[in-house]
């Protein structure tokens, strides 16, 4: 009886010491290799100006000098990457008088438009010029820029307000 209480002690104590050698050394996890600088890893940024402006509130009359110029997109280097194709949106605000209570209210109408290049067309940059008001706000999104030859980047938009 006393030899089968040993074997039986021995073989709980060789089961217990298995199990924690197992548990209590975790085995580390395989680290995925880190692939050259690119957008998925962080470390590729972009920011894009209009004219020389960030998204930001813009006097009317500097908006007026820089309708015609073109969307820059810059790296974190510094490096210039040509724009391919945008969407434009123009948000303006109206004014109508409100029948019921015969106060002034104002609605929002957006128009847009996409195009290919990096500058509005000049019949857009033409009638901004005539109606743009303060308040009103110009957006530019889904900026597409060549990084390389066969690769293409959506940048951050830019949304300009007039003050």
Known sequence: MMKQLLITL????????????????????AKPA?????????????????????????PRPEVLKIL????????????????????????????YMNDTTSQVGFYTETTGDSFKGERLSPLWSQ???ETIQKGESLI?????????????YRVPELRVTVR
């Not at 021995?10 to 996890?29: E, W």
């Not at 530019?140 to 293409?152: C, L, P």
């Open 34 to 58: 880190k692939p050259a600088a690119s957008a998925a890893d962080g470390k590729l940024r972009f920011r894009t100006t209009w004219g020389i402006y960030l998204s930001d509130s813009i």
């Open 10 to 29: 021995a073989l709980f104590t060789g089961i217990s010491a298995i199990s924690v050698a197992q548990t209590s050394k975790p085995k580390p996890a």
């Open 140 to 152: 530019f999104s889904n900026i597409v820029i060549r990084y390389t030859e066969d690769k293409f």
């Open 68 to 95: 015609d110029s073109a969307l820059v997109v810059r790296d974190q280097k510094n490096n210039k990457f040509p724009v391919v194709s945008f969407d434009f949106i123009y948000v303006a605000k109206e004014a």
């Open 127 to 129: 009638r901004l010029k």
